[in-house]
């Protein structure tokens, strides 16, 4: 199978699957391949955090010209996947000197599978872009084609739970996959000071508690499947479920607008985390931390754009001196595409690591507060 994620995942994704049990895991550009059964691919989706969907391949061949990508199309034993009546989509990618139109290559695929039913079953199955019963995914690199079954169906970004969205919420997905490269296990205490809708909260108490990522997703493709079985669907789920663990810090989100705050409410109690995290009003920069002594993580992504009240330099000077007067013992992780603006935080980050938030490219910095009061201790002593 191909789990697909975005850039600079690809390891995390990779790790996620050797933790659920994938076998022949294999890193490739935005996506990673792995090995598995019917469970396993029922499983993939619904734990994998960083991954955006699962496709199962089912045929690869090599193919020159139109006639021969038709053909091949033609000749897969379609009535194994669906029948005249099911609806269907194709999504195609070309990455080809020979191919160089995706919708063409969707569009010959089509004519290929309502050709090949009407040939033999006298009815055509529709296409449905919508919600189709079965979306299939053609893949050309080169001179290779490859099909594959989409078993997610739309991105498995979709987890369910957010039912109100503000103006910036960031991608599920990609909020897992930051959790999971500031190295957030669910040891210390967490705080997201710039919540909106609260997606880092959420995604940070499901890794903390290991609940699966799309428990509260309302539907997989491979429900739409010939072969969907629900006994074996809900032996994983429930054997997942007894793998999720007990948390006993605190995980925060704090949003200066009320609004925000209002829908981070609302997606916490559709998460059912109300039990681990907890939400308020409250602006950053005039707050503190509230048990200095204790480890705290801390990851967020500020506002961009035009969504900046304060000018660049003023927001990243106030990030910087929050941080460094207020919160003693954190590793404070955020994402920004405002690199330039980086220097006005007046702290050297400890990393860096390229992502890109939507098309956006964008650094995931790390600054690391040393426990104020020990360093006080000891320049104390030295006196
Ligand atoms: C890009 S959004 C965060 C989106 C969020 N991660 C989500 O998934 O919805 C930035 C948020 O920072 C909030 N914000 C801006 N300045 C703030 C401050 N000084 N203190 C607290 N929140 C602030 C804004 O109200 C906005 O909701």
Same mark, same amino acid.
């Given at each position: 199978m191909i789990a697909k994620t975005f850039f600079g995942f690809e390891e995390v994704l990779a790790k996620e699957l050797r933790n659920l049990g994938a076998e022949r895991v294999q890193i490739g550009t935005r996506m990673v391949s792995f090995y598995g059964d019917k469970g396993f691919m029922y499983k993939a989706n619904l734990c994998?955090? &960083?991954?955006?969907k699962i496709l199962k391949p089912i045929k690869t061949k090599k193919v020159y010209n139109e006639k021969s990508l038709y053909d091949f199309i033609y000749k897969v034993d379609w009535d194994q996947f669906m029948d005249a009546n099911d609806t269907f989509a194709i999504n195609a990618t070309v990455n080809s000197t020979i191919f160089k139109h995706s919708h063409y290559v969707a569009l010959k695929s089509k004519d290929a599978i309502v050709d090949k039913f009407r040939n033999e079953t006298g009815k055509r199955p529709k296409v449905d &872009?919508?919600? $189709?019963?079965i979306q299939i995914n053609i893949h050309i690199q080169q001179d290779t084609c490859t099909i594959s079954l989409?078993?997610?169906?739309?991105?498995?970004?979709?987890?369910?739970?957010? &039912?109100a969205t503000n103006i910036a919420p960031i991608n599920e997905v990609l909020a897992a996959g930051l959790l999971l490269l500031s190295g957030w296990d669910g040891q210390c205490d967490f705080v997201? $000071?710039?919540?909106?809708?609260g997606t880092l909260a959420i995604e940070a108490a499901m890794i903390a508690c290991n609940? $699966?990522? %799309?428990? %509260?997703?309302? #539907? !997989?493709? !491979? #429900?739409?499947? =010939?072969?969907?079985?629900l006994d074996l669907f809900e032996l994983i789920e429930k054997s997942v479920l007894n793998k999720t663990r007990d948390f006993h810090y605190s995980i925060k989100g704090y949003d200066k607008a009320p609004s925000a705050v209002r829908k981070a409410v609302d997606n916490v109690k559709n998460a059912n985390l109300d039990d681990f995290v907890s939400i308020s009003n409250a602006n950053f920069f005039e707050g503190t931390k509230e048990d200095k002594e204790k480890p705290l993580h801390m990851v967020f992504n500020p506002p961009y754009g035009e969504r900046l009240e304060l000018n660049e330099e003023e927001f990243y000077s106030e990030i910087g001196d929050t941080l460094k007067k207020e919160y003693p013992n954190t590793q404070a992780w955020f994402i920004t595409? %405002?690199? #330039?603006? =980086?220097? !006005?935080?007046?702290l050297r980050p400890s990393r860096k690591i390229k992502v890109f938030n939507g098309k956006l490219e964008s650094r995931l910095v790390k600054y690391e507060m040393y426990a104020g009061s020990k360093k006080a201790k000891y320049q104390e002593k030295k006196k």
């Open positions: 994998l955090r &960083t991954a955006l &872009t919508d919600r $189709p019963d989409d078993s997610s169906g739309g991105s498995l970004h979709h987890r369910g739970y957010r &039912t997201d $000071p710039m919540c909106g809708s609940i $699966p990522a %799309n428990l %509260n997703r309302k #539907e !997989f493709a !491979f #429900e739409r499947w =010939l072969d969907w079985d595409s %405002n690199i #330039e603006a =980086l220097k !006005f935080v007046g």
